[in-house]
């Protein structure tokens, strides 16, 4: 009788460490999931910061100002067109016409 208390009392003990050890691994894992949880949501909060960053750099009087500045673009005027005529389409239309006989 005495053996048989020992050994239950060895699977009691056992059984206790075994239900500490896993109440210990399900706290560390919620908690790695809380984390995991939160880094989502920020990143999430950072990748619609971003978006509205891209669509406000985007912005047709943004990449105006942009070239004016920079790049020392001018809006087109009819003051400053140049109208280009080509003269090689002249030549090589009189120069097919010269070689056929």
């Not at 050994?7 to 075994?18: E, K, M, N, Q």
């Not at 999931?33 to 989502?40: G, I, Q």
């Not at 999430?44 to 960053?53: A, D, G």
């Amino acid at each position: 009788m005495m053996r048989l208390a020992i050994v239950l009392l060895g699977a009691v003990v056992a059984s206790a460490l075994y239900l500490v050890r896993v109440q210990y691994d399900s706290r560390r894992l919620f908690a790695e999931w809380d984390r995991a949880l939160a880094e989502s949501q920020w990143l999430e909060t950072e990748h619609e910061r971003i978006e509205v960053e891209k669509r406000a750099a985007a912005t047709s009087l943004r990449v105006e100002a942009l070239a004016k500045q920079k790049l020392a673009m001018r809006t087109v005027t009819p003051a400053i067109t140049e109208y280009v005529t080509s003269s090689t389409a002249v030549p090589m239309a009189a120069a097919s016409a010269g070689e056929q006989p």
